[in-house]
């Protein structure tokens, strides 16, 4: 066994190797390696016995599950319709512009940020919403957007 696969080893190992447990045997796997890797899902299904289509369509399907690697800060905006109403479109395309995000592309190319659109933060009355980490801002414009974003920057730049 390659130790590429000793998180998930531990992991299952914990969970009786039970298929039932799948949901959280892929949370512990994500919280292990960040993300869920493709080769590690493909060994999940193996050691479960069950189809590599099975754990792939959990892992796509909750919106929890991250199937590629995200960035040390993680930018979400909310797309709900009270926030959308009072202008997160232009939220998101300046945090897009500011990150440099291609399309298609979710996390920065240093690793240092991914953007998340969410369909609801629960925070309609502060509309429109952008959460950066654990810290919510409401009323956001796409300048403040802009500029929480230069300030993480500028704190990552003075501990590196």
Known sequence: MSDRFAAATQILKEFGKDSAKLIPILQKVQDAYGFLPEDVMRY???????????????????????????GKHIVRVCNGTACHVKGSAAVINMVREVLKLKPGQDTTEDGLFTLECVSCLGACGLAP??????????????????????EVRKQEAAHA
């Open 129 to 150: 919403v952008m959460v950066m980490d654990e810290t919510v801002h409401g009323q956001i414009t796409a300048e403040k957007a802009s500029q929480i974003i230069d």
């Open 44 to 70: 999940i299904a193996n050691e479960l016995e069950i189809s590599p289509a099975r754990v792939f369509g959990v892992a796509t399907f909750f919106a929890h599950f991250a199937i590629t690697p995200k």
